[in-house]
């Protein structure tokens, strides 16, 4: 397992990281059960993974990644969880107002620990942001200085602002103020690299990478749709991609499925401390951090990725 440093928060970072929040949530739409959940998450300890992402409102997820984690050296890796979800936090609205309090205890007790290491606002966008910074950050500021917190974060919703605008803001304005943010960011969808990265490398912001690989890389039909509609609306020319298998020129010695290539972008940026995949198979794990022992594509390949995509934003 290769390893980052997750900005300036001095922490080493596995590449692959886990987030409890994927489509098969935590193996509860799967029928993970508790034993194959401890045997997914000690596969992940063997393997060097040391960030595990999850949040209050995906389902189950803390309780029992706080179960999984259990008997593990507790120093040996960092838990990311978040308060939400999006709209939570409103102007005025005094139990929400205490309710982030409330909601970290609880986060506390399900995941069996004493202190959190990343907390982050969850799905800020700019209709929340100000309530976030304003009425709620100094909340996590005080849980920091008692100890129970080291670091502060947000996240940013993808379908509603697939070109990042509060994440730009936020490292505009704020910028001392958060240790991380997490989007996405690969190669169907690349606006990070326009300005959340060099901001974030300049202020010493670590990145976590959600959902480097979505839908449209995981079905085909849906790769095939996407490019179609690009070439309809003229974002892309109709000859620079075939309409069968479009991502398949990717696969090859240096990545062995168009998934693996999807990672392998999503990495390929000096910004990017982490990419979170989701899966609850311990095969695809393992596969997913085969991708990763290296973590870049040929150079003709990303060229021309960005070429025919670094202008998209599409919101998958």
């Known amino acids: 397992m290769l390893y980052r440093t997750l900005g300036r928060t001095g922490q080493k970072v596995s590449l692959l990281s886990y987030g409890s929040g994927g489509p098969s949530q935590f193996g509860a739409r799967t029928g993970v059960d508790r034993a194959g959940r401890r045997r997914l998450i000690r596969r992940m300890l063997d393997l060097g993974v040391n960030l595990f992402d999850t949040a209050e409102g995906y389902g189950n997820s803390e309780e029992w ?63 929340t942001y100000g309530a976030a910074v304003d009425r709620y950050y100094p909340i996590l500021k005080g849980l920091q200085e008692q100890g129970k917190l080291r670091f502060i974060g947000a996240t940013f919703q993808l379908k509603a ?27 169907l969808n690349q606006w990070a690299a326009k300005e959340v990265f060099p901001l974030a490398i300049e202020h010493g912001v670590g990145v976590l990478n959600m959902a480097a690989v979505r839908i449209s890389l995981t079905r085909p039909q849906r790769s095939r749709e996407v490019v179609a509609r690009w070439k309809e609306e003229g974002l892309i020319g109709p000859d620079d991609l075939p309409d069968d298998g479009p991502f398949d020129w990717l696969i090859g010695d240096d990545a062995d499925s168009v998934i693996s290539a999807g990672y392998k972008f999503g990495a390929d940026h000096p910004a990017v401390s982490t990419v ?38 599409e919101p998958d």
């Open 65 to 127: 990644l706080g179960d999984a984690l259990q008997g593990a050296d507790r120093d040996s890796y960092l838990i990311a969880t978040k308060w939400g979800p999006p709209g939570t936090f409103r102007v005025g609205d005094e139990d929400n107002f205490t309710g982030l309090a409330e909601s970290f205890e609880r986060s506390l007790r399900r995941l069996k620990t004493d202190y959190i290491d990343v907390m982050q606002f969850h799905g800020v966008n700019m209709t």
């Open 161 to 187: 602002e697939p070109r990042h605008e509060t994440a730009v803001h936020a490292l505009r304005s704020d910028p001392d103020l958060w240790d991380t943010i997490m989007l996405k960011y690969g190669f």
């Open 276 to 313: 979170i995949t989701g899966t609850s198979s311990i095969e695809h794990f393992e596969a997913n951090a085969r991708s990763l022992e290296k973590p870049s594509l040929p150079r003709e390949h990303h060229e021309r990725l960005v070429r025919l995509f670094g202008d998209s934003a």
